[in-house]
């Protein structure tokens, strides 16, 4: 009897773990389908856990057996595919970097209820970061981290008495600097030129767009992202996309994104990288991201020590490489463009803000 109980409960646990497997894969602004998206490294070992049961609890139906079998082992090769670029391979980085050329960003959603702004700091002082993105931020954070203006003195903020205010504090200068409302949404970004210690000035993008509820559609999260691809197109100097975007980095609207701009995502190659959720050990995944446009090497990729946020801060070290501008884009795929541009219409945003066909 047990051993039947433990056959039913295996094929179940195979039924759901292939269909949490699949349907992410499928191009709806359901959320509750994108969230799915997200435990890929946990659908992966509860596949693993799951095909050990289907050989101890078999099937008197060999069939069946394989059958479910064959469904487990093609549902793990697909979590391993998407998830194979962000191993530590161990290679092709930049090992040291000339300071004028160098580039660091630290990134850290602060959760609003959090108040161990010492911790923040002391993490940030230790870091010691060209470029600190805050997220989360209200009146009480913009004032504890008012101490970072000593030596970073260039600020860019907009505080909103919600989850969505954002701070930018840069030792270096900032250009043409502006916050806006990306694809009409209430959440603000950041939008700026930076000048690095050589003269040369490239643009950053910060940015934390709302997740939506499980049941309500990703159409706001994605048209901000686009939007946010739309203003990298249109500048000609390397660009930095940066933030807690409430999303992997192997997700559809993300991939999408970094086609449509030639972005790089700098954890590739130095593994997973989680920074959601500090409070837990096992329910983690990569939500912070900084993605940079061609023209700059990953240095560095770390994940710092949690200060009582949901979030770990996230730190990137890029290299700009010498006499490199953008690399230059093959022709976006008509396929991207059309679909990001199709949401940013859904979504409501400015007719300028749209993506061409070519670059």
Not at 141 to 160: F, Q, S, Y
Not at 214 to 237: C, H, K, M, T
């Amino acid at each position: 009897m047990i051993r039947r109980v433990l056959h039913v409960v295996t094929l179940c646990a195979a039924a759901v773990l292939f269909a949490c497997t699949f349907l992410p894969l499928v191009p709806t602004e359901w959320w509750a389908v994108r969230l799915l998206d997200f435990p890929r490294l946990h659908w992966a070992i509860g596949l693993m856990v799951v095909g050990v049961g289907v050989l101890l609890f078999p099937s008197t139906a060999r069939w069946l057996t394989g059958l479910v079998l064959a469904a487990v082992l093609l549902a793990l090769a697909v979590n391993v595919a998407i998830l194979w670029p962000y191993r530590p391979d161990g290679g092709g980085h930049v090992e040291a970097c000339p300071v004028d050329r160098s580039l660091s960003v630290l990134i850290a959603n602060v959760q609003l209820g959090n108040r161990n702004a010492p911790g923040l700091l002391d993490t940030v002082r230790k870091a010691d970061p060209d470029l600190f993105l805050a997220m989360e931020t209200d009146a009480w954070w913009d004032g504890a981290l008012d101490p970072l203006r000593e030596w970073m003195p260039n600020v860019l903020k907009r505080i909103t008495g919600s989850y969505y205010g954002i701070e930018l504090y840069s030792r270096l200068p900032l250009n043409d600097g502006e916050i806006r409302h990306l694809a009409k949404r209430e959440t603000p970004a950041i939008v700026t030129g930076v000048t690095m210690r050589t003269g040369e000035t490239v643009d950053f993008i910060g940015l934390h767009p709302k997740p939506p509820l499980p049941w309500q559609s990703s159409l706001g999260r994605d048209a901000e992202l686009y939007a946010a691809a739309s203003i990298l197109n249109e500048r000609v100097e390397p660009g930095i996309l940066a933030g807690d975007l409430n999303a992997t980095p192997w997700e559809i609207a993300v991939g999408r994104v970094r086609r449509l701009s030639g972005l790089v995502d700098p954890r590739r190659g130095y593994g997973y990288v989680a920074t959601w959720n500090a409070g837990s050990s096992w329910l983690r995944w990569p939500l912070d991201q900084v993605f940079h446009e061609g023209g700059f090497e990953t240095v560095s990729v770390d994940r710092l020590d949690a200060f009582g946020s949901d979030h770990f801060p996230y730190l990137v070290r890029l290299c700009r490489r010498t006499g490199a501008s953008a690399d230059p884009l093959t022709p976006p795929d008509a396929d991207d463009v059309a679909a990001a541009n199709a949401t940013l219409t859904a979504a409501g945003a400015s007719e300028r803000v749209r993506l061409p066909t070519d670059r």
